[in-house]
C-alpha cells in the first residue's frame, strides 16, 4: 500500500461546481482544513482538473492573492501569481509527470509519488522575486486512484543569502590564507636574510678583533706598562674577547642562577687566568676570587667531582 494522502470515494464531486475543500473534504474533515488554512508553509491544492480547492493564508500572504480569487480557477491559474502567467506547477507534474516540466526548475528529485523542487520565481516580493523550495504530492482516494494533488511551498531566500554570505565568507578566508602564506614566505625570505646578514655582521666584528684590537692589545700588553695598567689592560682583553664569543651568552643561558660576577669569573677562568690573576683584574683578594670558584662548582654541579673547572667551562662552547 502506497503512503499517500486519501480521500473517501463515496463523497460527491463538488469541485465542478467551485466548491471549497470543506465541501469536498465534509464536515466530519473541517479540522484538517483549518489545520491546512493555519499552517506556516504555504499551501495549495488542486483537484484532477487542475482547478484550485484549497489556497491557505500563508499561500495569500506569499502570493498577494486571496483564496477568493483562487478556488475553483484553473487552465494553471495558481501559478500566475508567482510567474506572472499560466504554467504547470510541482502539483500539476506530480499528476502528469513530464521531462519538459521538470527542466522548467533547477533541482528536482522523485520519491515515489511525491516531487521535490528548488527554483527561483520571478513575481514575489513586488516584482523582485524568491528563491522557492517545495514538496508536491498526489491525492489517492481509498481505491488509490488520483484525484488531485498538493503542493506545500517554503520561501528559502534566507537561507540562501546565508549559503551567499557563508560562500563569500569562504572565498574571503581562502584569500587570506593565500595572503597568509605569501606573508609568510615573505618572512621566511626575509629571515633567512636577517640571519645571514647576522652572520656577515658578527664574521666581520670577529675579524677585526682578531685581527686589528687584539693584536693592538698585546703590542700594549708588551711596552712599558706598570702593573695597574696591564691589570686593566687585561680587563679589557677578556672583555674584547667575550664579544667574539657565544661562550658567556650560552653560559648565562643555561645557568642562569649564577650571578653576574659568576659569570664573569668563569669567563677569566676559561681564559686560563689563575685565581690570583683574575684577583689582580677585578681588583678583589684571592680569598674572594676561591669563594666564587667554590661556588661556581657547587652551582654547575662539580662539587666533589675530579673535574677540572676550566676544562668543563671549555667544553660548553
Avoid at 473517501?8 to 484538517?32: E, H, K, N
Avoid at 605569501?182 to 629571515?191: G, Q, R, S
Avoid at 652572520?199 to 700588553?221: A, D, G, H, T
Amino acid at each position: 500500500m502506497k503512503k499517500n494522502i486519501m480521500i473517501d470515494r463515496c463523497m460527491p464531486d463538488f469541485t465542478s461546481q467551485g466548491q471549497t475543500l470543506p465541501a469536498i473534504l465534509g464536515v466530519a474533515d473541517r479540522r484538517l482544513t483549518e489545520i491546512i488554512e493555519f499552517l506556516p508553509d504555504a499551501v495549495f491544492m488542486i483537484n484532477q482538473r487542475g482547478e484550485v480547492t484549497a489556497w491557505n493564508r500563508a499561500m495569500a500572504e506569499m502570493t498577494g492573492a486571496l483564496s477568493e480569487s483562487m478556488i475553483g480557477r484553473g487552465n494553471y491559474a495558481h501559478a500566475v501569481p508567482f510567474y506572472g502567467k499560466p504554467r504547470p506547477m510541482l502539483a500539476d507534474l506530480v499528476m502528469r509527470p513530464g521531462k519538459e516540466w521538470a527542466g522548467r526548475y533547477e533541482i528536482v528529485a522523485w520519491r515515489n509519488n511525491r516531487v521535490f523542487a528548488e527554483t527561483p520565481v520571478p513575481n514575489l516580493k513586488g516584482g523582485k522575486g524568491a528563491y522557492l523550495w517545495a514538496i508536491a504530492s498526489t491525492l489517492f482516494d481509498d481505491a488509490e486512484e488520483v484525484i488531485g494533488a498538493i503542493e506545500i511551498i517554503r520561501d528559502m531566500d534566507e537561507r540562501k543569502h546565508l549559503e551567499s554570505s557563508l560562500h563569500r565568507k569562504e572565498k574571503e578566508l581562502e584569500k587570506m590564507g593565500r595572503r597568509l602564506e605569501e606573508t609568510n614566505t615573505a618572512l621566511k625570505v626575509l629571515w633567512g636574510r636577517r640571519e645571514e646578514d647576522r652572520k656577515e655582521l658578527q664574521e666581520s666584528i670577529v675579524y677585526n678583533v682578531k685581527k686589528i684590537i687584539l693584536p693592538c692589545i698585546e703590542r700594549l700588553n708588551n711596552s712599558r706598562l706598570d702593573d695597574h695598567q696591564k691589570a686593566h689592560l687585561g680587563i679589557i682583553k677578556s672583555s674584547v674577547q667575550k664579544i667574539v664569543s657565544p661562550f658567556l651568552k650560552n653560559f648565562s643561558q643555561k645557568f642562569n642562577n649564577l650571578t653576574p660576577m659568576e659569570i664573569q669569573i668563569a669567563g677569566l677562568i676559561r681564559d686560563g687566568k689563575t685565581s690570583k690573576e683574575i684577583a689582580d683584574i677585578l681588583c678583589l683578594s684571592e680569598k674572594t676570587i676561591l669563594t666564587h670558584r667554590y661556588n661556581l662548582r657547587t652551582k654547575l654541579g662539580l662539587r666533589g667531582a675530579k673535574l677540572n673547572l676550566r676544562s668543563y667551562l671549555l667544553s660548553l662552547e
